[in-house]
């Protein structure tokens, strides 16, 4: 059983940063790649990154590659999500996941965090 709890979102201007962070509960963290989606309002729900057990290999959706990075500390049981150059189609909920397997598409995570809310204004 792991447990996710978003934080770090909020209110930023078109062309700010935010970062994300997801704290996991458990001392499997670890064995998990970890992923970042988000939901806009009235959309479906969208890859944005992931991240493999050891860090060794991450992937993110062409909407936020070259803006957003992801990355984890497995000391600290924490994945983060580093946004830059942030765009008012950047705002949603993002929420992280925990997943054995490794990949973009949200039936391979197991288990998911309550979100946290991003908006940009332009």
């Known amino acids: 059983q792991v447990q996710l709890v978003e934080s770090g979102g909020g209110l930023v201007q078109a062309g700010g940063s935010l970062r994300l962070s997801c704290a996991a509960s458990g001392r499997t963290f670890s064995s998990y790649a970890m992923g970042w989606f988000r939901q806009a309002p009235g959309k479906e729900r969208e890859f944005v990154a992931a991240?493999?057990?050891?860090?060794?290999?991450?992937y993110c959706a062409d909407s936020v590659k070259g803006r957003f990075t992801i990355s984890r500390d497995n000391r600290k049981n924490t994945v983060y999500l580093q946004m830059n150059i942030l765009k008012p189609e950047d705002t949603a909920v993002y929420y992280c996941a925990a997943s054995r397997v490794y990949g973009y598409s949200g039936s391979y995570y197991d288990y998911w965090g309550q979100g946290t809310q991003v908006t940009v204004s332009s």
């Open positions: 991240i493999s057990w050891s860090g060794g290999r991450t």
